[in-house]
């Protein structure tokens, strides 16, 4: 899957593979990977999506995600219950149930015990709320800590929702808002933004599952535009994206007025080019601004938007509407 965290970018690899690298340097590094055998897998490289999935059978396929990054914010715990919902919520965005986590950790040897064990303790709470096992995983020594999840779930063959699949007419909604990047930065409203960090997306995949979407993500390291780019183009779609309706985590529009910028604004911009004019600086860096353990981002048909905020509402969960789907290329703001 794909994140941002400290400024780290890392590529959607049916997993993760962080690095310094644009999205687009990483996309050519990566082409060509999945032996043209492989049948049973049906989703990895090619293209890349939030998690890989393998089918094991006609009733059932592995959903496999891996994600891992230094620490946002100072308290342990928090740190690996935000680092477990990262990795956890790629396998909602394939429309799966998460069983089974393996811990990736590296901490520096003089880091005191109490620390690991919070980090691993945050983690385990979040894994057992969303109903799975963390039953281990591996650890080396390293300068600079870092903490994630190798996760496996399942799904049925025919229920995996991908990023590639938007069509011309679909309304595009988002179901948490955007700019934990910039209020991390500005330290900003650390507890609103700590709780949508914290905020898996089971209860959003779980209400969206009846309403049969045609294509779903979630939104973290490319930010918004990078990952709307993702689904225009394997769609072979125009994004059009509704500026101000744009949902903005308190602080985050402040932070941008300001000129807080996160360390992978300049890649987002260069990885998602977008056509903008007029459109406020603040709300294109909110765009550009890379989420850790966003929203999903979701096209499904317009006549069953109002249905589906209906059902969003009923169950007290957020979701905007924020564009649309149409024919043509590329993502426009406006």
């Given at each position: ?8 970018t ?20 990566l ?14 490289l090619?293209?890349?999506d ?23 914010v ?6 690996g219950?935000?680092?477990a919902?990262?990795?956890?919520n790629d ?7 998460p069983l089974?986590?393996?811990s ?12 690991l064990a919070?980090?691993?303790a945050?983690a385990?709470e ?10 281990g ?18 799904v ?9 699949a ?7 909604f988002?179901?948490k ?14 507890a ?10 089971d ?10 979407p ?16 993702e689904v225009a183009?394997?769609s072979?779609v125009?994004i ?5 309706s744009l949902?903005a985590?308190?602080g ?35 765009g ?12 499904l ?10 059902e ?5 969960l957020f979701i ?11 993502i426009?703001?406006?």
């Amino acid at each position: 899957m794909e994140t941002e965290a400290a400024g780290l970018t890392s590529l959607t690899v049916g997993g993760g593979c962080a690095a310094k690298y644009s999205a687009a340097r990483l996309e050519d590094l990566l082409k060509g990977f999945v032996p043209a055998e492989a049948e049973d897998l049906l989703v990895g490289l090619d293209p890349a999506d939030d998690a890989a999935v393998y089918r094991l059978d006609a009733e059932r396929a592995l959903v496999f995600t891996v994600d891992f990054f230094p620490p946002l914010v100072d308290d342990p715990a928090l740190f690996g219950r935000i680092a477990a919902t990262n990795a956890l919520n790629d396998v909602f965005a394939m429309g799966g149930t998460p069983l089974l986590a393996l811990s990736i950790a590296a901490f520096p040897e003089e880091l005191p015990t109490e620390v690991l064990a919070a980090v691993f303790a945050g983690a385990d709470e979040q894994v057992r709320a969303a109903g799975a096992i963390l039953a281990g995983g591996h650890t080396i020594r390293d300068a600079e800590p870092k903490y994630g999840l190798a996760v496996v779930g399942t799904v049925h063959p025919d229920g995996v929702w991908v990023k590639s699949a938007a069509r011309p007419g679909d309304a595009v909604f988002l179901t948490k808002p955007l700019g934990t990047g910039l209020v991390l930065a500005a330290k900003g409203d650390l507890a609103e933004a700590a709780r949508w960090m914290t905020t898996l997306n089971d209860g959003a995949a779980e209400a969206l599952r009846p309403f049969t979407p045609h294509a779903v993500t979630d939104v973290t390291g490319f930010g918004l535009f990078g990952h709307a780019r993702e689904v225009a183009e394997r769609s072979a779609v125009r994004i059009v994206l509704e500026a101000a309706s744009l949902p903005a985590l308190t602080g985050a529009l402040e932070a941008a007025r300001a000129g807080v910028r996160t360390g992978g604004d300049p890649r987002n911009r260069e990885f998602a080019p977008v056509q903008a004019d007029g459109v406020p600086e603040e709300l294109l860096a909110l765009g550009y601004d890379a989420q850790t353990a966003g929203g999903l981002l979701v096209s499904l048909p317009a006549d069953k938007a109002i249905s589906l905020q209906n059902e969003f509402r009923t169950r007290d969960l957020f979701i905007a509407q924020v564009g649309s789907a149409e024919e043509g290329e590329g993502i426009v703001v406006r």
